[in-house]
């Protein structure tokens, strides 16, 4: 599918970024990028260590450099860190580079998918769940903010969501395109 522009996920820690990311970019015929997959890769080492050796803002920084590289790429699908939106200049960046898509879901949900990862940093902070609310409470809005499309992935199959992303971003794409 030729002329959607890149694709960038924003949401939450277990809103589905990665799972529908890479069905998105099969579909679309796209490489995909995980934002926090590739700074793993690039330093040999998981979120989670980064995060006890540097600290969150030294895993922000390397978050922000790899944004900038990921979102340079054209015609790419990219799945973003859950706190990518925190850096007014990350934001800036996602939205300058292509249609960004909020993946929106609920911290019930949340709570569910994301029980039994370890990898998370911020859900061995205290109760996870209310971690997962402060969270919400103070990202949501800039989830919204950045991006240019909400798609609620509660309760809804991958490839449901897959097929609304790329309804709704045809019909931005072209929006006299009557059948998108």
């Known amino acids: 599918m030729q002329g959607l522009p890149t694709i960038i996920l924003v949401g939450p820690m277990g809103a589905g970024k990665s799972t529908i990311g890479r069905l998105l970019a099969a579909e679309l015929q796209r490489e995909f990028f995980d934002s926090d997959h590739e700074i793993e890769a690039r330093c040999g080492a998981n979120i989670a260590w980064i995060f006890d050796v540097e600290g969150e803002a030294g895993f922000r920084d390397r978050e922000t450099a790899m944004l900038?590289?990921?979102?340079s790429l054209d015609a790419v699908v990219l799945a973003t860190g859950g706190g990518a939106v925190m850096r007014e200049d990350n934001r800036q960046a996602l939205r300058e580079r292509g249609t960004v898509v909020y993946l929106a879901t609920s911290v019930e949900q949340q709570i569910r998918r994301t029980a039994r990862d370890r990898n998370r940093p911020l859900?061995?902070?205290?109760?996870?769940?209310?971690v997962l609310r402060d969270l919400f409470a103070k990202r949501d809005p800039l989830y919204r903010a950045t991006a240019d499309l909400v798609v609620r992935t509660d309760r809804r199959g991958p490839r449901a969501v897959v097929n609304e992303i790329i309804r709704r971003t045809k019909r931005l794409s072209d929006p006299l395109d009557l059948k998108a």
């Open 68 to 71: 900038r590289e990921l979102a």
């Open 123 to 130: 859900l061995r902070q205290g109760n996870p769940e209310q």
